[in-house]
């Protein structure tokens, strides 16, 4: 039951932050609602290759399973949104046809993967590097 609460309440959580983090990016920053969606989806996937990579097998930072899944499947899983994006591309395909909306998608899934990238890198040499006695 511990478990199921620990990710309802990260799942909580994530979502709250992509709405906030949405309404910075489209109020605050007068951008359009499919950049908020990739902004919210890349820096997840920024966070979640970090956080795997450092919680994994050699990893510097030892959490518990459920914490683990409190983070990962909870917040993470809450604040990035694949269900948004589908969406937003069909919008965008009926408004500015089929190949922009490929061309945009296309573009998203890289910028997803390149951020999961980068935090798995991060997150790496953190862990390779050791703390200096001084």
């Given amino acids: 039951m511990r478990l ?3 990710i309802a309440a990260g799942t909580a ?12 990016v489209v109020g605050g920053m007068g951008l359009v609602h499919p950049v908020a969606t990739l902004t919210v989806n890349v820096l997840g996937c920024l966070l979640i290759g970090a956080f795997a990579t450092l919680t994994g097998p050699g990893g510097r930072l030892k959490v518990s ?14 604040f990035t949104t694949f269900s948004m994006l589908s969406v937003e591309t069909l919008d965008w395909a009926y408004q ?6 490929a061309i945009a ?28 006695n001084t």
């Fill in 65 to 78: 399973p459920t914490i683990y899944q409190a983070v990962v499947t909870g917040f993470l899983g809450g």
């Fill in 96 to 101: 500015n046809g089929l190949t922009s909306a």
């Fill in 105 to 132: 998608m296309g573009l998203h899934l890289i910028a997803a993967l390149a951020a999961a990238w980068l935090g798995h890198g991060l997150a790496a040499r953190f862990n390779a590097s050791r703390p200096h």
């Fill in 13 to 24: 959580l994530g979502g709250l932050t992509r709405y906030l983090v949405g309404v910075a």
């Fill in 4 to 6: 199921y609460l620990a």
